[in-house]
């Protein structure tokens, strides 16, 4: 994704609901990580009651964990995808059409 960004293209990003999209700058506002003894920790509770403190935000309690769970998937996918052309953790819909088509040749001869 990096060398995609300085080559000057998009990043390839997953679509997220535009109702959502807010939890996402909530994310890169508070972390989207802390640091930990030898590498990154998901956000811990306090690290989201003080970003809360900080912003005057108080979050309704599914966002809350939801917040955690994205930190804990994000710090999970970014130690995953270390090499230059690991595919993205998802697959966009004209993937599963290309793949389906694929698969179809293939059982086809």
Do not use: C
Not at 8 to 28: A, C, H, T
Not at 84 to 99: G, L, M, N, S, T
């Amino acid at each position: 994704m990096k060398r995609r960004m300085d080559d000057g293209g998009d990043p390839d990003l997953p679509n997220v609901e535009p109702e959502l999209q807010f939890l996402i700058g909530y994310l890169f506002d508070a972390g989207p990580t802390s640091a930990g003894a030898s590498s990154g920790v998901p956000l811990t509770w306090s690290d989201i009651r003080a970003w809360e403190r900080g912003t005057g935000i108080t979050l309704p309690p599914w966002q809350a964990r939801l917040l955690r769970r994205l930190s804990a998937d994000y710090l999970s996918e970014s130690l995953t995808a270390d090499a230059h052309d690991a595919p993205p953790p998802w697959v966009r819909e004209a993937d599963r059409e290309k793949i389906a088509k694929h698969i179809k040749r293939v059982l086809r001869g």
